[in-house]
DNA sequence: ATGTGC
């Protein structure tokens, strides 16, 4: 018996799709067709593929004819050839593979105006550091991974000198009342209003993610994120709590929405790169119309996400002020990977900040260093140029595995001696030299903030090291 | 970033 063997450029020159189709119909024709000739076989072929219908039940030629009546993938989305305006902070400082991928960001259909702010670096879809208006449209990796990440800054009425003095219970009580880790959830849940939203009923998708939710309220995750006691220095005398300028204790969080905002993340791209298919380059930029159901679900659970994460900050801030028996002062937080409905040149628009601090006119926030390093506690300026944002940290100069390798435990203590910061936990990936210097960074954006405070870390605690190479 | 896979 000869078997016969169809060739794919064949099936291409007959008009079949580049699909699975291919694969079935070379098998169904090798072990049905065997004994028909190459020009009978494609006739065959030809035949089904002008009317899959009529094969459809079939019995051999039926596999072939249901895959043709599946709906083709819906056609690539082409960028635009002139991208909309957008501006570059510090670009001496942003590497290349940064500015790239804004300049496939503007170029999106939907896309209205985009910004770069100085700490910005490579990431999935749009750089970190990066800004980007959209109309009407939201693109779930434009907010990023942790969806609501954020800073929050308590600034507390206990002595400086209980901290400079002695740190012992500062330290006990960030060892008691914070939890770290991928994955790290409480034993004892705590009540939240934001555990009783609607829209853990409302989305499916959502409802899944209540139980991981109320374990993790609370926890702080791993990565870049952290609780640390230090000083923070006011240095505003206008500044909107009519505080004395001088110096304070306080404390400094940076975390997200953990698992839950995790999952929303994936779940909504996955879905946006199915309807929205774009060039290979530009895939992770795939975005939710809002005025479809998804994009709908997206914006209300990133909400979610964004609140959420809020809450946990709240959460751990609440136990170790009390667990201090302080205060609290002033406050100062914002979310730096998110998006919002603002206003852009009279025009509603939505504004996608993936590692950026929103910087309306006279909006608070805050822009940390490192764990070495000041923060700085700034008041935007409401620059349209930036899309009233400015950068979310110092950003990253080496990338995690560059760190690892290049930085030395010594050297990391060495320089935690040099400052006085004790250090729980934490990994060489996110030791000081592995960030740009934020003197520099700050100095690139004089623009779009000033500075009416800056916070420097004393007792840090992170998470371990991250897991060991494979 | 997340606890688990182009």
Redesign the pocket.
């Known amino acids: 018996m000869s078997s016969l063997k169809i060739n794919g450029k064949k099936l291409l020159e007959i008009g079949y799709p580049q699909s699975p189709v291919f694969r079935i119909a070379m098998d169904v024709i090798e072990k049905h067709y065997g004994h028909y000739t190459e020009e009978e076989a494609i006739a065959l072929l030809t035949k089904v593929l002008a009317d899959p219908a009529a094969y459809a039940d079939d019995a051999i030629l039926g596999e072939i004819a249901q895959e043709l009546l599946v709906p083709a993938a819906p056609a690539v989305i082409a960028l635009r050839e002139t991208p909309v305006p957008y501006s570059v902070y510090g670009e001496s400082y942003i590497e290349e593979g940064a500015v790239k991928q804004l300049n496939n960001a503007v170029r999106l259909p939907v896309a209205v105006a985009g910004s770069l702010m100085p700490d910005a670096h490579q990431g999935?879809g749009l750089p970190?550091g990066g800004v980007l208006a959209a109309d009407n449209a939201v693109i779930p990796y434009g907010v990023?991974?942790?969806i609501g990440?954020r800073m929050c800054l308590s600034v507390l009425d206990l002595p400086v000198q209980t901290l400079l003095m002695n740190e012992t219970s500062y330290t006990k009580q960030l060892m008691t009342f914070t939890k770290f880790?991928?994955?790290?959830e409480w034993k004892k849940r705590e009540a939240d209003p934001v555990l009783e939203r609607s829209e853990f009923k409302e989305i499916k998708f959502v409802r899944n993610l209540f139980d991981?939710a109320a374990g993790?309220l609370g926890?702080?995750?791993?990565?870049?994120?952290f609780v640390e006691w230090g000083i923070a220095t006011i240095t505003d005398p206008q500044n909107e709590w009519q505080l004395a300028p001088g110096e304070y204790v306080a404390l400094l969080s940076h975390?997200?929405?953990?698992?839950?905002?995790?999952?929303i993340?994936?779940h909504y791209t996955q879905l946006a790169k199915e309807i929205c298919p774009l060039p290979e380059h530009a895939k992770h930029l795939a975005y939710l119309d809002l005025d479809t159901e998804e994009g709908q679900e997206y914006w209300l659970a990133m909400n979610l996400a964004g609140d959420y994460a809020s809450a946990c900050h709240h959460l751990i801030h609440k136990r170790l002020i009390n667990a201090m028996g302080a205060t609290l002062l002033a406050r100062v937080e914002n979310h730096h990977n998110f998006a919002w409905k603002e206003m852009y040149q009279g025009k509603e628009v939505i504004v996608h900040r993936k590692g950026a601090t929103p910087a309306g006119k006279g909006v608070l926030g805050i822009i940390p260093g490192s764990m070495t390093a000041p923060g700085f506690i700034v008041r935007g300026k409401g620059e349209e140029g930036s899309l009233q944002s400015a950068s979310h940290g110092a950003g990253r100069l080496m990338s995690r595995t560059k760190a690892k390798s290049s930085i030395t435990n010594e050297v990391l203590k060495q320089q935690l001696l040099e400052h006085g910061v004790t250090l729980i936990g934490g990994g060489l990936d996110?030791a000081p030299g592995a960030y740009k210097n934020i003197d520099t960074v700050m100095a690139a954006q004089t623009a779009l903030v000033e500075v009416i405070g800056q916070f420097v870390p004393k007792v840090v605690r992170m998470?371990d090291g991250g897991?060991p190479e494979d």
């Open positions: 999935y970190i990023g991974v942790d990440c880790g991928a994955g790290a991981k993790q926890t702080s995750g791993s990565g870049n994120h975390s997200g929405s953990r698992g839950m905002g995790a999952q993340a994936g996110e998470a897991p």
